[in-house]
């Protein structure tokens, strides 16, 4: 039987926090085994990928949000979302939001998966690999939370 459960992780692991989700996906693959969870890393999200997340009842989003008011650094989001198409600002570059992700996979293949979006505000976007001091110390957090959602998706069924 294949995974429920789709974890998705992007970003990009050479713009410092950006790499946050990567470095997650990481963390988590050492966890789970295939059959519970597969794990997906990649730069962009990207039209295709409603196709992947068809097959899977729970999607599990991971990535860094730029400082915003009221929001410090290392500071981890959890939010469930759902199928919403929407004129994506990016839409020029190829990548799309976790949220038309799901929209295309409800529209083009019926389907509906529970999903959520795991986001941890990034400190520095600057080149290079290293995380910075707020989003390593929150990486452990991170980790957690999605366990903990894989946990409980496991339990419902």
Not at 37 to 53: D, G, R, W
Not at 66 to 79: M, N, R, S
Not at 98 to 115: D, F, H, I, M, S
Request: with cysteine.
């Amino acid at each position: 039987m294949p995974p429920r459960i789709l974890i998705v992780a992007y970003g990009n692991p050479l713009r410092s926090d950006d790499g946050v989700a990567w470095r997650a996906a990481d963390l988590l693959a050492q966890k789970f085994s295939e059959s519970k969870a597969e794990i997906l890393c990649l730069h962009q999200l990207a039209p295709e990928l409603s196709e992947t997340a068809s097959h899977f009842a729970t999607v599990i989003f991971i990535d860094a949000a730029a400082v915003e008011d009221k929001t410090v650094p290392g500071q981890i989001h959890l939010q469930e979302i759902a199928p919403q198409a929407r004129a994506d600002p990016s839409r020029f570059t190829h990548a799309i939001s976790p949220e038309t992700v799901l929209a295309l996979a409800a529209a083009l293949y019926g389907a509906k998966p529970q999903a959520f979006l795991v986001t941890v505000t990034a400190a520095s976007f600057d080149h290079g690999d290293a995380l910075s001091p707020s989003v390593e110390a929150a990486l452990p957090t991170v980790v957690s939370e999605i366990e903990r959602l894989v946990e409980h998706t496991f339990l419902k069924s």
